[in-house]
């Protein structure tokens, strides 16, 4: 016993925590929910929303209870959780799991590796994750603790889109017409939107906080359809984190922020002490948008309440079509890259991809649809338009079931024109479909450029990758050029991200080294897009060595 408790105690001031393992229950349930100035029953975890925040040390492991007991089909995905040799935890219906049924449940176990800082979890199947989703905060294992001044308190934001009608009408309505989704009705900031809005002036999130205190702010984007742009009035912050992985610091006074992205940023608390508004608004790069504000309060602990909240001055946001200052935000994340917190990129590439982001359209009978010319609208990668099956590709892929999934998704556009041109004629923007995955070699190391499209109509796609995180090495307007082009990587200090928006009219170049076993989803993180089809698998093999294989399925693995 005592020795135990020497060892114990050892490991204590020695700073290294075993690595713990956490049990949650996560039941989903209907709920009864009001906002601006309408009640509707909306899906959360546990009846709350936003859901729990999970707060994990870095290497712990996870074990999750998803209990169904709401009316509808439901899988929870660990966004940005390297799910390692285990994608029978990672989440996406159809990709890697059947969903759970109403009155089903199921034990997902998820090992943590070397991520840390914020990532989130949130639901996989349709558009549920509008009212399921949570933070999922990852502290440092070593005594150094955070590579930044340490902060006095840490306060989870996160931002989501709201729509006074239940959220599957809104999508069965699209699905049905072919057009696009109805516009939300508001943006929310820890599920409130703000007093800006009808009926909502008690419904207004307030961060409180002491004069002279440092605050870590944990941003999560569970906005539906936006990439948004948030400020606080009066104070610039430092950005010191995204996507599960520390950065370099950088002031700014905004934050651009992608669907599925997180930043991490220090808000020191250094001006007068007041009542300081904070607000977010959507950048869109194209036609039809949710243009409304919400807005958030910061007030210091000695300021008194303002009893009419619209005369509060509100921060300055950039334009919505400021494409310059969305991507010029995310145009400054670099890696630590320091001795603590090394990079890996992948230097010599063994696989090389282009892969064309396009909105589409489908001819209708009788020009009946609501997209453009009576059409249906669609997306897709290499004009390939994602065919969702109806069994889960994992599954097939461990039991080697065939006729579930293809192997023949194009490495290359098949179709070679000038895809940022003006005008992309009308004839290009019918795509093919299928159900077609990438099959990589274990170890390959991947380089994947991105190229935006201007068919039907060009717009930035925050892509999202499951199963690993990967270096951005490259950005740029315009086509990308596979001989200039490269000469510009940055492959010394490249953030490293699960999610990044490729903007409007550009290419975005991302590397990564394939050595997590299993089947993992590519997508568009506009839930719209991933809706019409814009999403494609990745499968990679088995190595040879030990611990290079996937593991087994877990018991309980949904059935469909
Ligand atoms: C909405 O729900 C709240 C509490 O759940 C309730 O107090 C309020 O009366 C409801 N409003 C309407 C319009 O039903
Ligand atoms: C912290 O976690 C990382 C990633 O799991 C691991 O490589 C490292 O050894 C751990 N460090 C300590 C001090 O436990
Ligand atoms: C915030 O900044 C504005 C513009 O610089 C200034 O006029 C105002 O006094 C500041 N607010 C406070 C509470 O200091
Ligand atoms: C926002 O959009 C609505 C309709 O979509 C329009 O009526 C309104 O003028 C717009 N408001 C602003 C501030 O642009
Ligand atoms: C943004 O929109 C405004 C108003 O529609 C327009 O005047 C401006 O030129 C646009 N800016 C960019 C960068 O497209
Ligand atoms: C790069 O990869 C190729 C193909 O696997 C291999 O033949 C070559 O030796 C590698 N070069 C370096 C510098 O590692
Ligand atoms: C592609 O289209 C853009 C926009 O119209 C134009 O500026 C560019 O010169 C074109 N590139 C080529 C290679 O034709
Ligand atoms: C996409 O595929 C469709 C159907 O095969 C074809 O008609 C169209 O030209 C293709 N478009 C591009 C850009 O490759
Ligand atoms: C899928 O492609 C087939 C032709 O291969 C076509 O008949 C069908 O309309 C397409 N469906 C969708 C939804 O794109
Ligand atoms: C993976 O490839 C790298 C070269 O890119 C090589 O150094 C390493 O030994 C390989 N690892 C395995 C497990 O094959
Ligand atoms: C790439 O850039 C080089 C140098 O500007 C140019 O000669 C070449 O034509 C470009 N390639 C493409 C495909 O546009
Ligand atoms: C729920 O999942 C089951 C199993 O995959 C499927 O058969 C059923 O169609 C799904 N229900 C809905 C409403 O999507
Ligand atoms: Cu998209």
Redesign the pocket.
């Known amino acids: 016993m005592r020795r135990f408790l020497k060892l114990f105690l050892f490991l204590v001031y020695a700073g290294i925590a075993a690595a713990t393992t956490h049990y949650h229950n996560f039941v989903v349930q209907n709920t009864e929910y009001g906002k601006l100035c309408t009640n509707k029953t909306i899906l959360t975890v546990n009846g709350q929303f936003p859901g729990p925040a999970i707060h994990v040390t870095q290497g712990d492991t996870i074990v999750i209870d998803v209990v169904n007991r709401a009316n509808q089909n439901i899988t929870i995905h660990w966004h940005g959780v390297t799910q390692h040799r285990y994608p029978w935890s990672d989440g996406p219906e159809y990709i890697t799991q059947c969903p759970i049924k109403p009155g089903g449940s199921f034990r997902q176990k998820i090992v943590l590796g070397d991520e840390v800082g914020t990532l989130w979890w949130h639901a996989h199947s349709d558009w549920s994750r509008n009212t399921v989703h949570g933070p999922l905060i990852i502290y440092p294992n070593n005594t150094k603790g955070y590579p930044f001044p340490k902060p006095d308190a840490e306060i989870p934001l996160i931002l989501g889109e709201w729509w006074k009608s239940d959220i599957q009408a809104v999508v069965s309505e699209f699905k049905q017409n072919g057009g696009d989704p109805n516009v939300s009705d508001a943006f929310l900031m820890n599920g409130q939107p703000g007093f800006l809005y009808p009926c909502s002036a008690q419904d207004t999130y307030k961060l409180s906080v002491e004069y002279g205190k440092r605050y870590l702010i944990r941003m999560v984007n569970n906005v539906m359809n936006n990439i948004m742009f948030f400020r606080i009035?009066?104070h610039t912050v430092t950005v010191v984190g995204s996507d599960g992985a520390y950065l370099k610091p950088f002031t700014s006074d905004y934050i651009t922020i992608s669907p599925g992205q997180t930043i991490d940023f220090l808000l020191e608390a250094n001006?007068?002490p007041?009542l300081y508004a904070m607000a977010a608004k959507a950048y869109a790069s194209a036609a039809t948008y949710d243009n409304t504000t919400t807005t958030a309060l910061l007030q210091y602990s000695t300021a008194a309440a303002i009893p009419d909240l619209t005369t509060l001055p509100l921060p300055t946001l950039p334009e919505y079509n400021d494409t310059a200052s969305s991507i010029g935000f995310t145009g400054r994340l670099r890696s630590l890259a320091s001795a603590d917190h090394p990079v890996d990129v992948p230097l010599n590439v063994t696989r090389s991809l282009l892969f064309t982001l396009s909105i589409n359209t489908l001819p209708c009978a009788n020009n009946s649809c609501a997209g453009p010319f009576g059409e249906r609208l669609l997306a897709s990668i290499n004009n390939v338009t994602f065919d969702s099956p109806t069994t889960a590709i994992l599954d097939a892929y461990y039991k080697k079931i065939h006729g579930v999934y293809t192997t023949d998704f194009p490495d290359d556009p098949p179709f070679v024109y000038n895809y940022t041109e003006n005008f992309v004629p009308q004839l290009l923007w019918t795509p093919s479909n299928g159900t077609k995955v990438i099959v990589l070699d274990y170890n390959s190391t991947v380089e994947l450029v991105f190229q935006g499209t201007n068919a039907v109509s060009g717009i930035d796609h925050p892509m999202h990758l499951h199963g690993q995180s990967f270096y951005v090495v490259g950005w740029g307007l315009g086509n990308f050029n596979a001989t200039t082009d490269p000469l510009n990587y940055n492959l010394v200090d490249p953030p490293f991200q699960n999610t990044i928006a490729v903007p409007v009219r550009g290419w975005t170049a991302i590397r990564f080294r394939a050595v997590n076993p299993g089947v993992w989803l590519l997508h568009c993180h506009l839930e719209r897009h991933i809706s019409w089809g814009m999403e494609m698998v990745f499968i990679t093999k088995d190595g040879k060595g030990p611990g290079e294989n996937l593991l087994p399925p877990p018991p309980d693995y949904p059935k469909c």
């Open positions: 009035a009066n001006q007068p007041a």
